[in-house]
C-alpha cells in the first residue's frame, strides 16, 4: 500500500450476493474504506484549501448520499436491534449502543450540511462560506474515525460472539436488500 492513496479511489463497488455471506465482515469492510476517505479527507483539508476537495464533489455527494447512509441503516435498522436483543449484560454495551445511535444522528446533520454545499459546487458554482465547509468536511471526518473505530473495537466483537445463524442471516438478507439484492432461496 503506498502512502499517496488517492482518497476517494475508495468508493464502494456494486455488491454482489457473495458479499454477504459475512454480513459483520461486509460492514468491517466498509469501516475500512470510510477510515481511508476520512483520513483521505483530513490530509485533504490540511491547508484548508477548497479546491481540491471541490473535484471531488460528485464522489462525495455519492458516497454521503447512497454508500454512508445505506451504512448507517444497515446498523440503526438492522445491526443494532440485534445487539439490543442478543448483547448479554457483561458485555456493557448499552451506553455506547446508545451514544452511537446519537452520534448516527449528528452525523446525519452534518452530513445534510455538506451535501447543501457539495450540491452547489457539483453544479459549478460559487460557495457562500467555503471556510464553514472545509471545517465541516474536517468535523466529519474526525467523528467518523473515532465513531467507527468504536463501533469496530466495542460493538462487532460482541456481534460476531452472540449473534446466532439466524440473526446473521436475517441480517445479511436485510442488508443486501436495501442494496437491491435479492438473498431469498440461498
Ligand atoms: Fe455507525
Ligand atoms: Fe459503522
Known amino acids: 500500500m503506498t502512502a499517496r492513496r488517492e482518497p476517494l479511489e475508495i468508493g464502494a463497488r456494486e455488491p454482489r450476493p457473495e458479499d454477504f455471506l459475512s454480513p459483520i465482515d461486509f460492514i468491517l469492510a466498509e469501516h475500512y474504506r470510510q477510515r481511508l476517505l476520512c483520513e483521505g479527507l483530513t490530509k485533504l483539508t490540511e491547508n484548508m484549501e477548497l479546491a481540491p476537495v471541490a473535484a471531488l464533489a460528485t464522489q462525495l455527494q455519492r458516497f454521503l448520499d447512497r454508500d454512508l447512509r445505506l451504512h448507517m441503516e444497515d446498523e440503526e435498522q438492522d445491526l443494532f436491534p440485534l445487539l439490543w436483543q442478543r448483547a448479554q449484560p457483561e458485555d456493557n454495551i448499552s451506553?455506547?449502543?446508545?451514544?452511537?445511535?446519537?452520534?448516527?444522528?449528528?452525523?446525519?446533520?452534518?452530513?445534510?450540511?455538506?451535501?447543501?454545499?457539495?450540491?452547489?459546487l457539483a453544479g459549478g458554482a460559487q460557495l457562500a462560506n467555503p471556510i464553514r465547509f472545509l471545517v465541516n468536511v474536517r468535523e466529519f471526518a474526525e467523528t467518523q474515525r473515532r465513531h467507527l473505530a468504536w463501533e469496530n473495537a466495542l460493538l462487532l466483537p460482541v456481534a460476531r460472539r452472540r449473534l446466532t445463524e439466524v440473526d446473521l442471516a436475517g441480517l445479511a438478507r436485510s442488508m443486501a436488500a436495501r442494496r437491491g439484492i435479492d438473498l431469498a432461496g440461498r
Open 95 to 120: 451506553d455506547i449502543l446508545d451514544l452511537l445511535s446519537e452520534e448516527h444522528g449528528l452525523d446525519q446533520d452534518l452530513v445534510d450540511f455538506l451535501l447543501a454545499d457539495l450540491a452547489v
